[in-house]
């Protein structure tokens, strides 16, 4: 035990959940998309897996990070059209497709990692950019601006996203068809573009969540690397109600109980280690099953769209 | 619907707080066997809980069975593998597989594959199984058995004389079998190296989250620890977090991962499964199907030390005396490392 929780300790734990926070933060905005739309996406995790993949696989052969962002984003809105494809086209239903699209994607990628690296290689990935002057403010500079883009990327969707969700007409078009898709239809709204649209977005965000794993992160890819993020960005829809804001606060919750536990073990303060690897996880059930009973949900959610019957 | 998305989610996220990590299905399936074999071949099977190419425990094994194979001639042995095959039930049909198939030896590389193999066994007298970290055998099951605690205390003595902070940081997958003796080794060796360097132990509760071990080293480091080391094959994201840093360093056990961080690799303990291999290979030949509980040590040269040349200069002659003096005594007996007690 080497001293109480000073000031510096504070930073640390603070900074480090900021940056743990930004693939739940990235995939769990995007499946809100999704879930607004009517549609939930199980195969957050295969998709993130996809753009793990594909993002490392660019940056090694471009030399770019920014190439393989551009690269995993595609792969993503691949992903997120395949899933439309099966769910909203050919109205599967959607856990299973999901489930499905996981298995696939995990599947592809590490067959993909195998066929075309072979072996564990690294790469070089995005560099933490200091934002100028606001970086050198005590204590909230380096816990807030010494960040890869991506972290800052993923924190300024936030507010982005709550205004394209709720002050945009696509917006209102995403809510609309999620919980009242005849009604939307009638007034002339495509229920299905924008379910397309829906998952394409969050397909790519789902890919770019995965992107920052290895090239914003790791900064190689190994078998299975998103170890059960993308269902905890799923939760985390759930826990954050459908909303921007709510979904960064449960990102936040379950991001710093991990670095505060991580540092509570590095400490070596007395605690069984078995506890502090799940504090995260049951942090998040606790929240989501209290929270649970009271929660507004899209109405249509899971029902695919069929012209002419009542959900 | 929404109620069974969300017993479904409850159902997923409590799986993986209690794993730490997630459940893994079958990636891959042994090969089918070839028809009759025409010469008097040496079969081989091995089944592995992650990959071939993991950098650490799998990696290891594969490198010595090719060593093996290489040596003996390649029309005399055969080797098949199957691989991340995590889960007991997806391991176990692959090795009774494999064992239905004819093949002479199976080596299944982990302890969790223990219970599984003894349900196998009896249908199989002829078959000769091996299976570690563990010492329980059978009249056809070898137990192999690392004494990583061994390698550990050398290498934990080159940690805390290396140390310019004063913190050596452990990155553990789960408080278990091999992990936690090469902890106890580090632990012991780090005290007897310099008794003011303190080692501090952290688990990331997963065997192969990389990116949750590069995270955790991360936290090691800002907290001050300037040596790491760290078990199973999550180990690689630790070692890569090390590798972005100035002036830390890595150690490295099961294999010598210095290929991908050169200059941050100082040493490895080396797991020499060739010769554990060769003997499970003639032991057989002699009509002894199993029974035998096979140790990895130093004093036999299946557990080796191994510098990397590249940083060689970086280590100072006396403290190399030091680890040296040590690996006598402990292959002399004179020293007893301390396991755990249970």
Partial sequence: ?311 | MKKRVFSLLLAVLTLLALSGCGAKPTAQTPAPAPEAPKVEKLRIALVLPATVDDLAWGQSMVEGLKAVQKTMGEDKVEVAISEKLGGAVDAGSAIRQYATQGYDIIFAHGSQYQSVLTEIIKDFPKTTFAYGTGFTTHPNVFAYDPQAQEGGYLLGMLAALMSKSGIVGIIGPMESGDAVKYNYGIQQGVIAGKAEVKSRIAYTGSFNDIVGAGNMAKTQMSAGADILTGSSQQAVGALRAVAETKNAYWLSTDMDQSGIAPDHVLAAQVYNWEKIVKKIIELRKAGTLGGQHLTLSLADGTIELKYNAKLADKIPAEAKAKIEQAKKDIISGKLKVELPKK
């Fill in chain 1, 1 to 311: 035990m080497d001293g109480i929780i000073n000031s510096e300790i504070m930073i640390i734990i603070l900074a480090a959940g900021i940056r743990l926070a930004t693939p739940y933060l990235l995939a769990a905005l995007g499946e809100m998309f999704v879930q607004r739309s009517g549609v939930y996406n199980l195969g957050v995790e295969g998709i993130m897996m996809m753009g793990a993949f594909s993002g490392f696989y660019a940056t090694l052969q471009l030399g770019s990070p920014l190439l393989g962002i551009a690269v995993s984003l595609v792969v993503g809105a691949l992903m997120g059209l395949l899933m439309a494809l099966v769910s909203v086209t050919f109205k599967a239903e959607q856990g299973i497709s999901g489930i499905g699209l996981y298995m696939f994607g995990w599947g592809l990628s590490g067959l993909l990692f195998r066929l075309y690296v072979g072996g564990i290689t690294s790469v070089e990935g995005l560099k933490a950019v200091k934002v100028p002057l606001l970086s050198s403010i005590p204590f909230l500079g380096p816990v807030l601006f010494d960040h890869n883009g991506l972290v800052y990327t993923a924190f300024l969707l936030v507010p982005v996203t709550g205004f394209i969700l709720f002050k945009s007409s696509w917006g209102l078009n995403v809510r609309a068809v999620g919980n009242k898709p005849e009604a939307a239809d009638t007034l002339g709204v495509s229920v299905v573009l924008i379910r397309y649209q829906c998952l394409i977005v969050g397909g790519m965000l789902a890919a770019l969540a995965g992107a920052f794993l290895t090239i914003g992160q790791a900064n190689m890819y190994a078998d299975n690397i998103t170890a059960g993020r993308g269902f905890i960005a799923i939760a985390l829809v759930y826990f954050g109600r459908w909303s921007p804001w709510g979904i960064l606060l449960g990102s936040l919750l379950f991001s710093l109980a991990d670095s505060f536990q991580s540092m509570v073990q590095v400490l070596g303060i007395n605690f069984p280690y078995e506890l502090a690897v799940v504090l995260p996880y049951m942090v998040t059930i606790i929240a989501l099953a209290i929270s649970y009973g009271r929660v507004w949900a899209p109405a249509a959610l899971g029902k695919p769209f069929q012209r002419g019957t009542r959900g």
